[in-house]
């Protein structure tokens, strides 16, 4: 039975019957659906917080499993990039070595792994910065690992012809020089006897008599065997693998441009041809284009105490023969 509403009137001063207007209760009757639209809904998330759906819960188990799987390949990633450093450090480093070979620059071996916008896929992932850190973990095993190879196949190609290229490195004095003293005049600044001035010198001086044989110091094939004003009578062998040797102020040649060569092979005579002042060799040993100290290049003919020997006797500033 629906209860009746009164309402005093001050005029009357009687309570009458009130009728609220319809407006009103819509009113009433839209707030209350509301307010049990929103206790609704709030109860549904606290229950779907608390308790989650069967299909949540896979999802979370699923998330949380790539999430461990997603570790344990960085992980993984970190041990092999682990084992190629050192692989690298005591494997190629050493082997380069034993063999005398160029180390590999470290900016070749790291390598480059792109600016941070190849990740901006993994924005607003859960998971992106583990993400960001695996993908960039694999990326750096990966480049160490392709130069790694890179580096064991070009060492295999360089032992597999060890033999031949160090037999055409240069290694021996180019003139039978059993008395060590009869190096003149060695690499670096020295007084030119003709052009009175102070010049560098790009050799080395054998003193030795017109006529004493010379001898090829490495394998390799005759590039120039000619009369220039400078060197007089030379001849220059090219040694393949970036070496060349000249040998200058020939009395005569022995040799003849395109001939192949053998190490301690005889190409030619003492003289003192060109712009010379005495009878002697000029040697020179250029390496990748640049003429550098042939006193480093006679390990298969010196000792260790013949070694120091002939290196304090290059160092004196003393006169050139040329």
Same mark, same amino acid.
């Given at each position: 039975?629906a209860?009746?509403?009164?309402?005093?009137?001050?005029?009357?001063l009687?309570?009458?019957?009130? #009728?609220? =207007?319809?407006?009103?209760?819509?009113?009433?009757?839209?707030g209350?659906?509301a307010m049990v639209?929103?206790?609704t809904a709030?109860?549904?998330?606290?229950?779907s *917080?608390?308790f989650?759906? =069967?299909?949540?819960?896979?999802?979370?188990?699923e998330?949380?499993l790539?999430s461990?799987?997603?570790?344990? *390949? #960085?992980? #993984?990633?970190e041990e092999m990039?682990?084992?190629?450093?050192?692989?690298k450090?005591?494997?190629?480093?050493?082997?380069?070595?034993?063999?005398n070979?160029?180390p590999?620059?470290?900016?070749l071996?790291?390598?480059?792994?792109?600016?941070s916008?190849? *990740?901006a896929?993994?924005?607003?992932h859960?998971?992106?910065k583990?993400?960001?850190e695996?993908?960039?973990?694999?990326?750096?095993t990966k480049?160490?690992?392709?130069n790694?190879?890179?580096?064991?196949?070009?060492?295999?190609?360089?032992?597999?012809?060890k033999?031949e290229?160090l037999?055409?490195? =240069?290694?021996i004095?180019?003139?039978?020089?059993?008395?060590?003293?009869r190096l003149?005049s060695g690499?670096g600044y020295?007084y030119?006897p003709?052009?009175?001035?102070?010049?560098?010198?790009h050799?080395v001086?054998?003193?030795?008599?017109?006529?004493t044989?010379?001898y090829?110091?490495g394998?390799?094939?005759v590039?120039?065997?000619?009369?220039?004003?400078?060197?007089?009578?030379?001849?220059?062998?090219?040694?393949?693998y970036? %070496?060349?040797?000249l %040998?200058?102020?020939?009395?005569k040649?022995?040799?003849r441009?395109g001939q192949k060569?053998?190490?301690?092979?005889l190409?030619g005579?003492?003289?003192?041809?060109g712009?010379?002042s005495?009878?002697h060799?000029?040697y020179?040993?250029?390496k990748?284009?640049?003429?550098?100290n042939p006193?480093? %290049?006679?390990h298969?003919?010196?000792g260790a105490?013949?070694?120091?020997?002939?290196?304090?006797?290059s #160092?004196?500033?003393?006169?050139?023969?040329?």
């Amino acid at each position: 039975m629906a209860r009746n509403k009164f309402r005093y009137n001050p005029e009357t001063l009687t309570f009458e019957k009130y #009728k609220a =207007p319809r407006w009103w209760r819509i009113f009433q009757i839209t707030g209350y659906v509301a307010m049990v639209i929103i206790m609704t809904a709030v109860v549904i998330q606290v229950y779907s *917080y608390f308790f989650p759906s =069967p299909r949540e819960r896979a999802q979370k188990r699923e998330i949380e499993l790539l999430s461990s799987e997603l570790k344990a *390949y #960085k992980k #993984k990633f970190e041990e092999m990039n682990a084992v190629a450093n050192n692989l690298k450090y005591k494997g190629s480093d050493l082997y380069r070595l034993v063999l005398n070979m160029e180390p590999e620059p470290e900016s070749l071996w790291e390598g480059g792994i792109g600016g941070s916008d190849r *990740y901006a896929r993994f924005e607003g992932h859960s998971q992106s910065k583990l993400l960001t850190e695996t993908q960039k973990s694999m990326e750096r095993t990966k480049t160490k690992l392709v130069n790694l190879s890179k580096s064991f196949i070009e060492i295999a190609e360089y032992a597999t012809n060890k033999e031949e290229r160090l037999a055409h490195v =240069p290694a021996i004095q180019p003139i039978n020089n059993k008395d060590l003293r009869r190096l003149s005049s060695g690499f670096g600044y020295r007084y030119h006897p003709i052009l009175k001035i102070r010049k560098f010198h790009h050799g080395v001086d054998f003193s030795a008599s017109t006529g004493t044989e010379i001898y090829a110091t490495g394998d390799g094939v005759v590039e120039k065997a000619k009369y220039a004003t400078g060197y007089g009578y030379h001849v220059v062998i090219n040694h393949e693998y970036g %070496y060349q040797t000249l %040998y200058g102020h020939m009395s005569k040649l022995n040799v003849r441009r395109g001939q192949k060569i053998k190490r301690g092979e005889l190409i030619g005579f003492v003289g003192n041809t060109g712009l010379s002042s005495a009878p002697h060799l000029h040697y020179e040993v250029i390496k990748d284009g640049v003429k550098v100290n042939p006193i480093h %290049y006679f390990h298969r003919d010196l000792g260790a105490e013949e070694y120091e020997t002939v290196l304090n006797l290059s #160092k004196q500033s003393n006169q050139s023969f040329d």
